[in-house]
């Protein structure tokens, strides 16, 4: 089944935060939190050139800190809820460089002690920067899981506990970086494309009413 994902979403654009690291070069922890929280209820399209943009003025904690938070939302103005971003952003550069030497450390409890940075952000950044075995769960994983009826849960947190249990570790990481552009392209929110897809053989297509 993993084998027939990678293969379908072969063609498709990576999942912002794996282009970020694989594609330009921007693999730090505090980078890729960032960039997660860019992408909160944003595109991949808009939150990953919003992402370059900042980190092309400044990517490090320090230099981030000292810029304020109108020129930080100057820089991110085309992701949703940028005003409330640019003030995250800036507060979490501000106590990486007070509480942290200016580097994160690879600890869920740091990030998740941030004003707005949630299991999802906290664990997809832990994955991708510091190679940790953590399931992020986010609106695609959810819906594609649950469809699939390997999970039946409500919120995409209870969906990441549920996957935690019947997942193999080997594909925690890489489960987000295969269902962000399957969910996207093929397995979509309205009128999946069942006719067409390499894995219906092992979906339930729970909640489908209509298909194309």
């Known amino acids: 089944m993993v084998r027939r994902l990678r293969e379908a979403v072969g063609s498709f654009a990576d999942a912002a935060m794996f282009a970020l690291r694989d594609e330009h070069g921007h693999r730090s922890l505090f980078e890729q939190l960032v960039a997660c929280i860019l992408s909160i209820r944003t595109r991949d399209e808009v939150s990953l050139p919003v992402a370059l943009k900042l980190f092309a003025k400044a990517k490090t904690p320090k230099a981030i800190a000292a810029l304020t938070v109108a020129q930080i939302d100057a820089l991110i103005h085309d992701v949703t809820f940028h005003e409330g971003k640019a003030r995250q952003i800036r507060e979490i550069a501000r106590r990486t460089v007070d509480e942290h030497g200016g580097e994160l450390p690879c600890d869920y409890e740091v990030l998740t002690s941030f004003n707005g940075v949630g299991p999802k952000c906290a664990n997809l950044a832990l994955g991708v920067a510091c190679n940790q075995t953590r399931i992020s769960v986010d609106i695609h994983v959810h819906r594609v899981t649950n469809r699939w009826g390997i999970v ?61």
């Open 152 to 212: 039946h849960e409500r919120t995409p947190e209870r969906t990441g506990l549920a996957l935690e249990q019947v997942l193999p570790k080997r594909y925690w990481v890489e489960i987000n970086r295969l269902l962000v552009p399957f969910g996207k392209h093929v397995c979509t929110g309205r009128l999946p494309k069942c006719s067409t897809c390499p894995v219906l053989e092992y979906c339930r297509q729970v909640g489908v009413t209509e298909h194309r």
